[in-house]
C-alpha cells in the first residue's frame, strides 16, 4: 500500500478564506504567490482558479471497490456552497488517484446522527467510513464493529504525532481504531466591545495562550453585571458543548474530572462542591445566566447576535463559521482559555479523525484505508486539516495557517492540553449524569456537595459497564 507521508503546504485559497472569514483585514500570502490568480473581482477567495491548475496525479491502484463514508459537517464548505460540497469534491479528487474506487458521501447531522449509526449497528447496514470523535469512535469499537487499523501507525507516523494524548486516544488495548486527521483546543469568547466599554480589557492578557486566574475571572464577570451586559450562560439541557462546562468548572478551582490513571471519577468532595457553589451564586448574583433550559448552540447564538457578553462554547471552527453574522453585527470578539485558580488549565481538546467498520470483503476494506490515508496523508492533507478548522496532529505539518495571528492562539494552548476523558466506557452516559448535575444544582434542587457525589457514583457505574 503506498502512504502519503511528505509535508504539504496549504493551498493559498484555502488560507486567504480563513484569514477573510476571520476579520483579519491585513493579510501576509506567500510573495511568490500571485494573488490576482486567486482572487476574483469581488475581492473574494476564487476557488475555482485552483482546481484548474491541478497537476496531473498518478493512479496510485487499479482496486475496484464502492465504498461509503458517513461524516458529521466539520469540514468548513466554500460561501454560498451546499452541505457535503467539499466532502463530495474531497471524494471526486481521491478518485483521481484511485479511479476504480467510487466514494458515496453522506453528511449526518449533529442530533440524530448518533441514533442513526447505532441503527446500522443494530441492522447490520453500516457504511465503510466514519469521521467523528474517539467519544462515539471507540464505543463502536467496544461493540465490536470496528477494523483495527493498526496498519496505518507506522513508527515514523507515532513519532510524528504531536502529543502522546493524541496516540492514547485512537487506541484501545494494543489495536488502534480511529486514525486521527486535526485537533483543537476548546475554549470561551467574549464581545470585546463589552470589554472595552467596562475597562474589563485592561484585565486580560492578551500575549501568547492568555492564560489566567478565577480571581480575575471573577472581577470580569462583576464589571459586565455591574454595567448591565446580560451575562453568558452555564447551559445544560443536553449533552451539546458540555465539554465546554466540563473546562469551566473543573478548571474553576482545579477539581479534576478524574484521577490521574483514568480508573474513576473524582469531580467530588469539598473542591467540587465549592466549585459548583460559587457558580450557582454568580448566577444567583446575574454574573452568569441559569442555563437549565439553554443548549451549547444556543448559547452561541445569543452570544454573534450581540445578546449575551460571552459564551463558554467556543471553537476556532465556531469563529470561522460565525465570522459573517459577527461582522454583520459588528462584534469583535477576544477568545480565551477557560480561567483556573492557579492560571494554568487543564484543557479538554476535540479530536476529528476516521474510523473504518468491519467487513467481509477485502476490497472495501482496501479502499477505506486507502480512502482514509488519503485524506490525513495526502498532497492536500493540510487544506482538509485548515477546512476542519483545527490543527495537525502531525508536528511536520507546521504551521498550516500561516501565521494567522488568531490561529497562533489556539497554537500556543496546546500545551495546556489535559488527559483525553472521552474514550472511556460509558462516557455518553457520564455525559447526562454530568449536565443533570449541573441544572440540578442551579435550580436549587439538590445541594451542591449531594449533586456531585451523586454524579461520581452514577458515573463511576457506567464507567465500569454497570
Given at each position: 500500500?503506498?502512504?502519503?507521508?511528505?509535508?504539504?503546504?496549504?493551498?493559498?485559497?484555502?488560507?486567504?478564506?480563513?484569514?477573510?472569514?476571520?476579520?483579519?483585514?491585513?493579510?501576509?500570502?506567500?510573495?511568490?504567490?500571485?494573488?490576482?490568480?486567486?482572487?476574483?473581482?469581488?475581492?473574494?477567495?476564487?476557488?475555482?482558479?485552483?482546481?484548474?491548475?491541478?497537476?496531473?496525479v498518478e493512479m496510485l491502484s487499479d482496486l475496484e471497490a464502492e465504498i461509503t463514508w458517513w461524516t458529521y459537517p466539520v469540514f468548513v464548505q466554500d460561501e454560498g456552497a451546499e452541505a457535503g460540497a467539499y466532502e463530495r469534491a474531497l471524494a471526486d479528487r481521491f478518485?483521481?488517484?484511485?479511479?476504480?474506487?467510487?466514494?458515496?458521501?453522506?453528511?449526518?447531522?449533529?442530533?440524530?446522527?448518533?441514533?442513526?449509526?447505532?441503527?446500522?449497528?443494530?441492522?447490520?447496514?453500516?457504511?465503510?467510513?466514519?469521521?467523528?470523535?474517539?467519544?462515539?469512535?471507540?464505543?463502536?469499537?467496544?461493540?465490536?464493529?470496528?477494523?483495527?487499523?493498526s496498519g496505518l501507525f507506522t513508527e515514523e507516523r507515532k513519532n510524528d504525532l504531536a502529543s502522546p494524548g493524541v496516540l492514547s486516544a485512537c487506541q484501545m488495548g494494543e489495536s488502534y481504531y480511529m486514525y486521527p486527521l486535526s485537533m483543537v483546543n476548546y475554549v470561551?469568547?467574549?464581545?470585546?466591545?463589552?470589554?472595552?466599554?467596562?475597562?474589563?480589557?485592561?484585565?486580560?492578557?492578551?500575549?501568547?495562550?492568555?492564560?489566567?486566574?478565577?480571581?480575575?475571572?471573577?472581577?470580569?464577570?462583576?464589571?459586565?453585571?455591574?454595567?448591565?451586559?446580560?451575562?453568558?450562560?452555564?447551559?445544560?439541557?443536553?449533552?451539546?458543548?458540555?465539554?465546554?462546562?466540563?473546562?469551566?468548572?473543573?478548571?474553576?478551582?482545579?477539581?479534576?474530572?478524574?484521577?490521574?490513571?483514568?480508573?474513576?471519577?473524582?469531580?467530588?468532595?469539598?473542591?467540587?462542591?465549592?466549585?459548583?457553589?460559587?457558580?450557582?451564586?454568580?448566577?444567583?448574583?446575574?454574573?452568569?445566566?441559569?442555563?437549565?433550559?439553554?443548549?451549547?448552540?444556543?448559547?452561541?447564538?445569543?452570544?454573534?447576535?450581540?445578546?449575551?457578553?460571552?459564551?463558554?462554547?467556543?471553537?476556532?471552527?465556531?469563529?470561522?463559521?460565525?465570522?459573517?453574522?459577527?461582522?454583520?453585527?459588528?462584534?469583535?470578539?477576544?477568545?480565551?482559555?477557560?480561567?483556573?485558580?492557579?492560571?494554568?488549565?487543564?484543557?479538554?481538546?476535540?479530536?476529528?479523525?476516521?474510523?473504518?467498520?468491519?467487513?467481509?470483503?477485502?476490497?472495501?476494506?482496501?479502499?477505506?484505508?486507502?480512502?482514509?490515508?488519503?485524506?490525513?496523508?495526502?498532497?492536500?492533507?493540510?487544506?482538509?486539516?485548515?477546512?476542519?478548522?483545527?490543527?495537525?496532529?502531525?508536528?511536520?505539518?507546521?504551521?498550516?495557517?500561516?501565521?494567522?495571528?488568531?490561529?497562533?492562539?489556539?497554537?500556543?494552548?496546546?500545551?495546556?492540553?489535559?488527559?483525553?476523558?472521552?474514550?472511556?466506557?460509558?462516557?455518553?452516559?457520564?455525559?447526562?449524569?454530568?449536565?443533570?448535575?449541573?441544572?440540578?444544582?442551579?435550580?436549587?434542587?439538590?445541594?451542591?456537595?449531594?449533586?456531585?457525589?451523586?454524579?461520581?457514583?452514577?458515573?463511576?457505574?457506567?464507567?465500569?459497564?454497570?
Amino acid at each position: 500500500m503506498r502512504r502519503f507521508w511528505k509535508k504539504t503546504a496549504v493551498w493559498v485559497t484555502i488560507v486567504g478564506m480563513l484569514l477573510t472569514g476571520c476579520g483579519k483585514k491585513e493579510t501576509e500570502l506567500d510573495p511568490e504567490i500571485d494573488v490576482a490568480d486567486v482572487i476574483d473581482e469581488t475581492g473574494q477567495p476564487d476557488t475555482e482558479a485552483p482546481a484548474e491548475e491541478l497537476p496531473p496525479v498518478e493512479m496510485l491502484s487499479d482496486l475496484e471497490a464502492e465504498i461509503t463514508w458517513w461524516t458529521y459537517p466539520v469540514f468548513v464548505q466554500d460561501e454560498g456552497a451546499e452541505a457535503g460540497a467539499y466532502e463530495r469534491a474531497l471524494a471526486d479528487r481521491f478518485s483521481q488517484y484511485y479511479p476504480n474506487i467510487k466514494v458515496n458521501v453522506e453528511v449526518l447531522d449533529y442530533e440524530s446522527g448518533p441514533a442513526r449509526v447505532e441503527e446500522a449497528i443494530a441492522n447490520n447496514a453500516l457504511p465503510d467510513i466514519l469521521f467523528d470523535e474517539p467519544g462515539r469512535i471507540s464505543g463502536y469499537a467496544r461493540k465490536g464493529v470496528l477494523s483495527d487499523l493498526s496498519g496505518l501507525f507506522t513508527e515514523e507516523r507515532k513519532n510524528d504525532l504531536a502529543s502522546p494524548g493524541v496516540l492514547s486516544a485512537c487506541q484501545m488495548g494494543e489495536s488502534y481504531y480511529m486514525y486521527p486527521l486535526s485537533m483543537v483546543n476548546y475554549v470561551m469568547a467574549f464581545n470585546k466591545g463589552m470589554l472595552e466599554t467596562t475597562g474589563a480589557i485592561d484585565l486580560l492578557d492578551r500575549e501568547g495562550a492568555r492564560t489566567w486566574d478565577t480571581d480575575t475571572f471573577a472581577q470580569v464577570l462583576e464589571r459586565l453585571n455591574n454595567s448591565g451586559f446580560r451575562a453568558g450562560a452555564v447551559f445544560c439541557s443536553g449533552v451539546g458543548g458540555d465539554y465546554a462546562t466540563r473546562s469551566f468548572l473543573t478548571n474553576l478551582y482545579d477539581a479534576p474530572l478524574m484521577n490521574e490513571d483514568m480508573s474513576a471519577y473524582a469531580f467530588q468532595g469539598d473542591v467540587a462542591a465549592n466549585t459548583l457553589g460559587k457558580v450557582k451564586e454568580w448566577v444567583d448574583a446575574g454574573w452568569l445566566l441559569n442555563g437549565s433550559g439553554e443548549t451549547g448552540a444556543g448559547s452561541v447564538e445569543d452570544f454573534v447576535n450581540g445578546e449575551t457578553s460571552f459564551t463558554l462554547l467556543w471553537s476556532l471552527p465556531q469563529a470561522i463559521s460565525n465570522s459573517a453574522a459577527l461582522a454583520e453585527k459588528g462584534i469583535e470578539v477576544v477568545e480565551m482559555p477557560y480561567p483556573s485558580q492557579d492560571g494554568a488549565p487543564s484543557l479538554e481538546y476535540f479530536i476529528n479523525g476516521f474510523c473504518a467498520f468491519k467487513t467481509e470483503e477485502e476490497s472495501r476494506k482496501q479502499a477505506a484505508e486507502y480512502f482514509i490515508d488519503f485524506v490525513c496523508n495526502g498532497p492536500e492533507a493540510a487544506e482538509h486539516i485548515v477546512r476542519t478548522g483545527a490543527f495537525p496532529v502531525r508536528k511536520s505539518l507546521g504551521d498550516v495557517y500561516q501565521g494567522n495571528e488568531q490561529a497562533l492562539f489556539y497554537e500556543a494552548l496546546t500545551p495546556y492540553s489535559g488527559p483525553y476523558y472521552g474514550k472511556g466506557q460509558g462516557f455518553e452516559t457520564m455525559r447526562v449524569y454530568w449536565y443533570r448535575m449541573i441544572s440540578q444544582v442551579l435550580n436549587g434542587e439538590t445541594a451542591a456537595g449531594d449533586a456531585s457525589d451523586t454524579f461520581v457514583e452514577n458515573a463511576n457505574e457506567a464507567l465500569k459497564g454497570q
